[in-house]
C-alpha cells in the first residue's frame, strides 16, 4: 500500500532490521502462587489473562537477558558489532544503580564503537526509546542502533502481596535500527506523554536518593513495587484509546490498514477493553500475557518479536505499538514493518 501521510519529510527512515527476545527458563504457574498467597489460578487468570511468567534465578541478571535478546536481533539484521552506534536499554531493573545496564551489553556484545545508557519511563521505555532513536536515525546522524526493554521485575516483587505479585515477569527484547534510505519502511509516527503528578500510582521507593541505603524504611515493604491496581488500570485504557486515536489521526491511517496493534502486555482485561473501544478486531490485538506476564518494558519487543517469528506481521505491514505505564507514562510509534 501507499505510504499513509508522513509528517516528517526526512529522507532516512528508521527500520527494523532484525528482533530477538530472550526470557528466564524457570516458570511460575498460577498454581504455584496459590500455595503462596490467597488466590486462585480462577481468579488471575479472569482478572488478568495471565497463565505463566518466566522468572530468574538469583543468578540471572537483566544485562544477560538483554545481551541474549541484543545478540539474537543482530543475527537477522547481520551486523557487526562494531557496526552499532548506540545502544539504549529500557528498564527499571537495572544491572546495578551505576554505570547503566547498556554498558554490560556493549561489553557482552563487543559494540566497542556504541555510545551507551539506559533510558528509565518503566513500561513506555521501549516505544520512548525507539522514538529517540528515530530522532537520529532521521537526522542522519546514525546508522545503525540497538533498542532493548529488559526486566527482572520479579526482584522487586513483593510475594507476599496478592494484588501485584500475580502480575509480572521478567525477559528482554531487542530491535535493530538501522536507517534506510527506503520510503516505504521504518518508523512513520511516534508519541510520548508523562504525568508525573500520577507518580504514586505506580512506584519502587527504594534504592534512590530518597532512601538512601543506609537509612532504615519505616516501612520494609518500600523495597518492593506498590501499585494502586484501579487507578492504572482506569488511567491505561483511556490514555491507550486517546493515542491509538491520535496516531491514526496524523498518520492519515484507518483500523483497517493497521495489521497488528502491539500493546504493552499489562493486562489482558486492559487491551480487550481498550480493543472494544477502538474497534480493534480480536485477531488485531496481539495477546501473549498469558505466558509471559507482565515484563514492563520489554514487553513490547518481546510480542513483537513473537509476532515477526510467527508470520503474524510481515515486512510491509504497518504495526502500532502502543504502552503505558508508570510516572505516569505512556506512547506510541506506527511502524511499517
Ligand atoms: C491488579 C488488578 C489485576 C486487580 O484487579 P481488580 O479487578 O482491579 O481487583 P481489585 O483491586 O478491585 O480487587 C478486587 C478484590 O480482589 C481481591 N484480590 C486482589 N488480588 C487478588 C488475588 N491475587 N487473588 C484473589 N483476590 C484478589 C482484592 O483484595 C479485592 O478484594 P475486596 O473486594 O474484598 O477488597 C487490576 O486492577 C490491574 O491489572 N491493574 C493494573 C495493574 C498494573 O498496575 N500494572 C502495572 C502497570 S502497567
Not at 486462585?40 to 488478568?48: A, L, M, P, S, V
Not at 536499554?89 to 551505576?98: R, S, Y
Not at 557482552?108 to 528509565?120: E, P, Q, R, T
Request: proline share 3%; hydrophobic share 40%; charged share 25%.
Amino acid at each position: 500500500m501507499d505510504r499513509p501521510t508522513d509528517p516528517y519529510t526526512s529522507p532516512y527512515h528508521a527500520v527494523i532490521a532484525g528482533y530477538g527476545a530472550s526470557v528466564p527458563e524457570k516458570i511460575l504457574t498460577n498454581q504455584d502462587l496459590a500455595q503462596m498467597v490467597d488466590t486462585t489460578d480462577e481468579w488471575i487468570t479472569t482478572r488478568t489473562g495471565i497463565k505463566t511468567r518466566h522468572i530468574s534465578t538469583e543468578n540471572e541478571t537483566t544485562a544477560m537477558f538483554a545481551t541474549q535478546a541484543a545478540k539474537k536481533a543482530m543475527q537477522i539484521a547481520k551486523i557487526k558489532p562494531g557496526e552499532i552506534e548506540m545502544i539504549i536499554v529500557a528498564t527499571i531493573t537495572p544491572e546495578m544503580v551505576f554505570p547503566s545496564t547498556a554498558s554490560f551489553v556493549q561489553r557482552a556484545i563487543g559494540a566497542k564503537n556504541a555510545w551507551v545508557f539506559d533510558l528509565s519511563a518503566a513500561c513506555s521505555g521501549f516505544v520512548y526509546a525507539l522514538s529517540i532513536v528515530q530522532q537520529f536515525i532521521e537526522t542522519g546522524r546514525m546508522k545503525n542502533a540497538l533498542v532493548i526493554g529488559a526486566e527482572t521485575l520479579t526482584k522487586i516483587t513483593n510475594f507476599k502481596d496478592r494484588s501485584s505479585c500475580i502480575l509480572f515477569g521478567d525477559g528482554a527484547g531487542a530491535v535493530v535500527i538501522q536507517n534506510a534510505r527506503d520510503n516505504r519502511r521504518g518508523i512513520i509516527y511516534s508519541t510520548h506523554y508523562s504525568e508525573g503528578d500520577r507518580w504514586e500510582a505506580l512506584n519502587c521507593q527504594a534504592y534512590g536518593s530518597r532512601y538512601p541505603a543506609d537509612k532504615k524504611l519505616e516501612d520494609p515493604d518500600k523495597i518492593y513495587m506498590d501499585i494502586k491496581g484501579r487507578e492504572v488500570y482506569q488511567q491505561a485504557i483511556r490514555r491507550i484509546v486517546e493515542t491509538v486515536n491520535e496516531c491514526l489521526d496524523k498518520c492519515g491511517l484507518t483500523m483497517d490498514d493497521i495489521k497488528m496493534v502491539i500493546s504493552h502486555q499489562m493486562n489482558a482485561r486492559i487491551i480487550e477493553s481498550a480493543a472494544k473501544r477502538l474497534n480493534i478486531t480480536e485477531e488485531k490485538a496481539f495477546l501473549n500475557i498469558s505466558e509471559y506476564g507482565n515484563t514492563s518494558a520489554a514487553s513490547i519487543p518481546i510480542a513483537l518479536d513473537e509476532c515477526a517469528r510467527t508470520g503474524k506481521i510481515e515486512r510491509g505491514d504497518i504495526i502500532l505499538l502502543v504502552a503505558f505505564g508508570a510516572g505516569l507514562t505512556w506512547g506510541a510509534n506506527v511502524i511499517e514493518f
